[in-house]
């Protein structure tokens, strides 16, 4: 039986998780239909953007993303300390950004003076707001929902766009969240879409090597979604994918994800190479280490990134003869 969503990501546990969203029955998110010949490739970027502006908005990190044909992937972290040091005025200006609020936010907004009662209530509204710019739910439906409204009026119906809500998978370990990174990064080479990662458009594996992983990147991103007047025009404090830890440094703040950036991108080249070339053959001995690190061998390895969901249990990978 389903459990409730409250139950299954707990910060507690652990702040990082693998989340994905499917399309129903032959919907496109984007792509081309083989069917009709029509084109949906501009749909990528209104994903890419959304999920761009909604980490700087929230307090949640994006560690990669992938925009496939007909769903996503995305792998993120929590972070609620961050929002527990924001001001009031800025988790205001955060939330109407993507809402307008009552009546009694639009006028503390528009610089109204309020009385105590009146100053008491905008404190509780601005705390639940607060936890909402937190939770993981409230990001994925500020994600989804205007996609899906946009995807029905340009195709003229209604109804459901999303499969569900979304799915989520709690990463525990480092080995885990690596894993389930080079997954979400290896999906369009694994599809035929892409001959190498860097090339894969609209992934956060791109955007770190080709340089649009930085402010004035979200800014743009920002600007096409107020042109199509899905954000107010507030000031927007742009917020880069979660970086990579430093050569040879170790961080346990949770700052940083726990590889160097060279290390990782090695890892995901040379388990690219097995995957496309349909073997699980000789990997790259550079990234050894990295492997001897995770407790993984060269083959498990290969297992994991080719197959993350089928060798995922509670949180962990079970590979081997228990997968």
Known sequence: MPR?????????????????????RRAFLCGVDRYSGRSYE?????????????????????????????????????SPADAAQWTDDSVLERWTAMFKGPLLVQRYRAGEDLDPAESASLKAITSVYRKRLTSLSWFMKCLNEPIAR?????????????????????????????????????????????????????????????????????????????????LKHVKISAKRLLPFAQKNVLDSSLKYLPIPQSDYLELVDASGRQIVGGKRGRIDPTIEPILERLGLTPDDWILATSGFRDHYRNGDLVLGKTA
């Not at 749909?43 to 044909?69: P, T």
């Not at 195709?155 to 990463?171: I, N, V, Y």
Request: hydrophobic fraction near 35%; proline fraction near 3%.
């Open 4 to 24: 409730p969503r409250h139950q299954l990501v707990s910060v507690r546990d652990t702040p990082y998780y693998h989340v994905y969203s499917r399309c129903v």
């Open 42 to 78: 501009h749909r990528r970027q209104w994903i890419e953007d959304r999920i761009r502006v909604l980490a700087s908005l929230f307090s949640i990190d994006v560690c990669a993303y992938a925009v496939m044909s007909n769903h996503y992937h995305l792998v993120v972290k929590l």
């Open 150 to 230: 946009q995807a029905n009026a340009e195709d003229g119906c209604t109804g459901h766009f999303w499969e569900a809500r979304f799915k989520s998978q709690a990463l525990r370990t480092d080995r885990t969240l690596l894993t389930a990174m080079a997954y979400v990064d290896l999906n369009p080479v694994r599809a035929g879409s892409a001959e190498t990662p860097e090339d894969s458009e609209h992934t956060s594996i791109r955007a770190r090597t080709r340089g649009d992983d930085t402010a004035r990147a979200v800014g743009v991103a920002a600007a096409r979604l107020r042109e199509r007047k899905e």
